[in-house]
Nanobody, 121 residues
Framework: QVQLVESGGGLVQAGGSLTLSCAAS????????MAWYRQGPGNQRELVAV???????KYADSVKGRFTISRDNAKNTIYLQMNSLKPEDTAGYYC???????????????WGQGTQVTVSS
């Protein structure tokens, strides 16, 4: 019903930058919050940043001042601009969206397949 496709991950040196994208498609009535999570080796999945339909944002303390989440509602797409990357930012990054679908008007959480970000020291 709903697909989330991430892109933009890769290998970067410490101090570098990357921009992730996540596009939602499918039988969508409307999208509420959208967010980025990450999961490093041996770690639990953690919230990185979240953005509301109106553009309100929240960030994990570990990324404040370095990462910026943004949203294009017309394209059902969110972005994560990551600057001053550190080796501890290495993780799989996953897009999440709370979506109301057309078929039954129910609101559910959907996840992308993830994109790997590796930061070398």
């Amino acid at each position: 019903q709903v697909q989330l496709v991430e892109s933009g991950g890769g290998l970067v040196q410490a101090g570098g930058s990357l921009t992730l994208s996540c596009a939602a498609s499918g039988s969508i009535s409307n999208i509420n919050t959208m967010a980025w999570y990450r999961q490093g080796p041996g770690n639990q999945r953690e919230l990185v940043a979240v953005i509301s339909t109106g553009g309100d944002t929240k960030y994990a303390d570990s990324v404040k001042g370095r990462f910026t989440i943004s949203r294009d509602n017309a394209k059902n797409t969110i972005y994560l601009q990551m600057n001053s990357l550190k080796p501890e930012d290495t993780a799989g990054y996953y897009c999440n969206a709370r979506v109301r679908v057309l078929i039954n008007w129910r609101e559910s959480d959907y996840w992308g397949q993830g994109t790997q970000v590796t930061v070398s020291s």
